[in-house]
Each structure stands twice: as C-alpha cells, then as structure tokens.
C-alpha cells in the first residue's frame, strides 16, 4: 500500500481526495452552492481522482459530499449552455466519458468503499453510491431517478448496477414510474446497509471505515472480488477463484498469527 499524505483536488477545487488515517482515502465532492451538480470539471475531476486511486492503492476508501444534498447528478445548466451553442452530443460524449472512465475505476478499486449519503441523490450521482460495499443514507435522504421525465436515459452504471441490486422488475420501475424513493423504503430495497441521522453520518462512515482497516489486507481484498466476481462465472470457475484466494491469504503472517492465536484460545 502506497500512503501518501499529499491531497488531490482538481482545478476548480469541487472534487477532492484526502487522508483521514493511514490506508484511507477520502473522496469529497465539493461544489455546495451547487448542491453537487456535475459539470464537465467535476466529471473530469472525478476521472481524475478514480485514477489518482488507483496509483495509490489504499485499503479503504470513503465517498462524502460537503453540501445539503449529495448530489443533484448532471448539471442542468450546463445541458441547458451546450444545447444553446449546438453542442449537445459533443458535450455529452465528452462529460459521460469522463465519468464512464471515473465509475469503471472505482469499480475496480481493490479498496473496500463505503459512501456517506444525505438529503438529494440524483441521476448519475447514483453511480456513485452504488459502486460502494456500504452504503449509509441519513434518515431524510432521498433517490430520485429523473431520467425519464427529463427525457433522457440513463448513465454512470446506473442502468447496470441497479437491476443487481434489486431486480430488473424493480429497476424498471425506479427509472420510469418512481419520482423519487425515500431512504427506510431504499433500505427495505437492499440498496442501503444503513440508516443514520445527519449529526452520525460522518462518524458512521468512519467507523466502517475503521473496522475495514482493522482486517487483514488479502482477506478483504478476496472477499471484494469474490462478491463481485460471482454474479458473472459458472460455479467451477468461482470455486477455483476461492481456493487461490484462500491460497494467498494463507501466505499472509497475519492470517498464521491469528489462526494460532484462535487454536491457543480456552
């Protein structure tokens, strides 16, 4: 694990990366005045950011936004700006990279991720929360998938995260039929591990965070990939990607110490 204590932020200042402790990096966005809203910088930002992570390799990683809400997904005005010069498909093409570059990154992370989520979460923004391992929403936050009345369709994974998550059924349903979906219902959705209030969502955050670190390295980098390897290979392959996993966390001393610790204990 490579920690350094340098920060990343890109040039508007609006997507930030910062250390809390050692192996844990923290993703902020940044833009409160305009409750998060992701223009061309944020999204480039966060491609950025994803791939600062990735040099870096830290055990865990965090997910938080400094404003009343989240995020409000892609920012309207600046869809608003490019249909007035004519420029909406060279536009699009260039921001959903940057952010399809930035979701398949973070994606990948061998870092576990836990996202912190208050009031408004939106469109795109859902990609965010969904390429977590824990997700905690406070008690008022809300997911609104606008796609539709916008007339748009949707991006940043979310039209392939969600129907893993719930079902395609339920998916439907969210990205057509659902204005918005509160957070005791997301959570009863399984598309939550936690209800929080505002006051307790950073030190939740933490806490995962500080239990995740606690664990040895290979052991939770196994069972990530595991988990997320399993929905897509037959069982045969899955049950050899186990045995090399178990494999390289037996090599790990700290596996052995424990292990022997357990045998020893009355």
């Known amino acids: 694990m490579n920690f350094d204590a340098e920060t ?11 250390w809390p402790s050692h192996g844990h990096a923290r993703l902020l966005l940044q833009r409160p005045a305009h409750h998060n809203a992701l223009g ?24 938080l936004a400094d404003s009343p809400n989240f995020s409000v997904g892609g920012d309207i005005k600046a869809f608003s700006q490019a249909i007035s010069h004519d420029n909406l498909e060279n536009w699009l093409r260039t921001a959903i990279g940057h952010f399809n570059s930035a979701i398949s990154q973070l994606r990948n992370l061998d870092a576990a991720v836990v996202v912190g989520v ?40 979310t039209s392939w995260l969600l129907p893993r998550m719930v079902n395609p059924l339920r998916a439907f349903e969210m990205f057509t039929l659902m204005s918005s979906l509160k957070a005791k219902q997301a959570m009863d959705w399984g598309l939550a591990n936690q209800l929080v209030t505002r006051a307790d969502l950073g030190h939740s955050v933490d806490e995962v965070a500080k239990n995740w670190l606690a664990l040895p390295s290979q052991s939770l980098k196994n069972i990530k990939q595991l988990l997320r390897s399993a929905p897509s290979q037959d069982l045969q392959t899955h ?8 494999v390289s966390a037996g090599k790990q001393a700290e596996f052995k110490q424990r292990v022997l610790k357990f045998a020893k204990a009355p």
């Open 239 to 246: 049950l050899a990607q186990e045995l090399e996993g178990f």
């Open 118 to 157: 208050q009031g408004a979460s939106a469109g795109g923004a859902l990609g965010l929360i969904w390429c977590a391992d824990h997700v905690i929403l406070t008690e008022d936050a809300s997911i609104s998938m606008a796609y539709a009345k916008l007339g748009g369709s949707p991006d940043g994974g």
């Open 8 to 18: 990343f932020a890109n040039e508007a200042g609006t997507v930030v990366v910062t």
């Open 40 to 63: 061309l910088d944020e999204l480039a930002g966060l491609s950025d950011a994803a791939q600062y992570l990735q040099n870096k390799q830290p055990k865990v990683v965090s997910i």
